[in-house]
């Protein structure tokens, strides 16, 4: 691949992007810094006014056309995410799918969420009053997002934007800027204003001045804690919306189908090498189905083909970079280290690090309580499902959970109690439909992902009243 072109004058410095596979040179791209910033507003102003100005209409039209184009070249984008961001390539075409849906959502939504009529009769002393609000762009958001769907997740945040009117001043992954460059091309061939979508690559110095900028009336990020965090600290006041990783449970219950729950684990577990925030993190089993879920998890696991992404039968490629998956090799130990069993897996080549299992793994350990944010998967057994349930709440945050069950009110039991932005029911944690709702409960929640939701964030009332009197 070689050297993305710039959207706008940059430095000439620039990083190289690397295959987390084979460490070949997937491309270099162009990087900005913190005193480019001006610039960069600079042009986001101007696209401010070009997206404001663009009737719903035409912002719709730009949308569905751009999900033409990425459908018509779905291959050609799969292929760029597994380059970079090393997922495999059933997985990248999955995503560039989604991609296409959220772009169809956005365009829709362009079109139907302009607002609503209000009933001031409703009140009395308002009867000779009529009117309606309308829903108006915010103007310049700042959408910073991550390697692990370099793809999807940009979808997610500029498709709404710009089908509520807004500029964007983007900062895809530096370890995986090449999908959200092409997207971003693909929708200037669709007929978007080019300056209504600028793009900043660069570290955590650029993104602090980006955030800190008073012209910027959101921030959209999906990402850490401590980078989630930072950003909160150094943004003064604007909104906030922020996607900051999670730690899923899954509850399997004795009634339910044991191979389906197994099937929808495995998968939920090392889906993109367990670099997801709603991957199944810990899968608490009930004790009279334990025995019989962990063998057959277990065996489920040792079938799963971790090596090449490119190849077409490859279930987990690597991760993002050789240092994370030392990373997740060194919580494994520390877990292990405290009296955690190691059941399979915990084997690591460079960056691909073997789908593994563990089993009473301490509670107060980093691996229980924190995200791992790798294919690592923790077996506890419980008694009660208000045991589960008080299990799968511990740590500080979460986004989503599952339970596979046969009883409903024992599904309804733990769709009430599990404190989380959404509960699977019969599916693993990490199911996700692009028009949901999403985002997380608990430290760290601040507003929805999804496309109506995110619009509705990126967008804001504007009150129109007459009085007949």
Not at 365 to 393: H, Q
Not at 412 to 427: S, Y
């Amino acid at each position: 691949m070689t050297a993305a072109k710039p959207l706008i004058a940059q430095r000439e410095d620039g990083i190289d992007v690397l295959n987390p596979y084979d460490g070949s040179l997937v491309g270099r791209v162009m990087v900005s810094d913190p005193d480019d910033v001006d610039a960069l507003l600079t042009r986001a102003r101007q696209g401010t006014a070009l997206s404001r100005a663009l009737p719903r209409h035409r912002r719709a039209a730009i949308l569905e056309k751009a999900a033409r184009l990425v459908d018509e070249q779905s291959e050609d984008f799969a292929r760029t995410i597994v380059r970079e961001a090393g997922k495999t390539i059933v997985q990248a075409r999955k995503e560039t799918l989604r991609c296409v849906n959220t772009l169809k959502l956005s365009a829709e939504e362009a079109k139907r969420n302009a607002g609503e009529i209000v009933p001031f009769d409703a009140y009395a002393g308002s009867e000779a009053r009529q009117g309606w609000f309308t829903r108006e762009p915010l103007g310049i958001i700042a959408a910073i997002t991550p390697y692990n769907d370099p793809l999807n997740l940009v979808a997610h945040k500029l498709g709404p934007a710009i089908a509520g009117g807004n500029a964007v001043l983007l900062k895809p992954s530096e370890l995986a800027p090449f999908s959200a460059l092409k997207l971003v091309e693909t929708l200037i061939k669709a007929g978007l204003p080019e300056a209504i979508v600028t793009v900043a690559i660069g570290g955590a110095e650029l993104g602090r001045a980006i955030v800190s900028a008073r012209d910027v009336r959101m921030v959209s990020f999906t990402g850490g804690f401590a980078t989630g965090e930072a950003i909160s600290r150094s943004a003064g006041l604007k909104k906030l919306a922020m996607d900051l990783g999670g730690n899923a449970p899954v509850i399997v219950m004795a009634d339910c189908n044991i191979g389906k729950a197994v099937e929808g684990c495995v998968s939920g577990g090392y889906w993109a090498a367990g670099q997801n925030c709603i991957g199944t993190q810990r899968i608490l089993v009930q004790a009279a189905c334990y025995d019989r879920f962990r063998d057959a998890f277990v065996a489920g696991t040792a079938r799963v083909v971790a090596g090449d992404p490119s190849s077409e039968g490859t279930d987990v490629g690597p991760m993002i970079s050789e240092a994370a998956a030392e990373r997740a090799e060194v919580a494994v130990d520390e877990a292990i280290s405290g009296g955690a069993r190691l059941l399979c897996g915990h084997q690591r080549k460079r960056a691909i690090y073997s789908p593994t299992v563990l089993e009473s793994v301490p509670h107060d350990g980093r691996l229980w309580r924190e995200e791992i944010f790798a294919p690592v998967v923790m077996l506890e057994r419980f008694e009660t499902l208000r045991d589960a349930i008080r299990l799968a709440n511990e740590p500080d945050y979460s986004l989503h959970a599952g339970i596979f069950t046969d009883n409903l009110a024992d599904a309804l039991e733990a769709a009430a109690g599990i404190e989380a932005g959404g509960v699977m029911i019969n599916d693993s944690s990490d199911y996700r439909f692009d028009a949901m709702p999403f985002g997380g409960f608990k430290h760290g929640s601040m507003g929805r992902e999804g496309v109506r939701f995110a619009y509705e964030d990126m967008t804001q009332p504007k009150v129109i009243c007459i009085n007949r009197a």
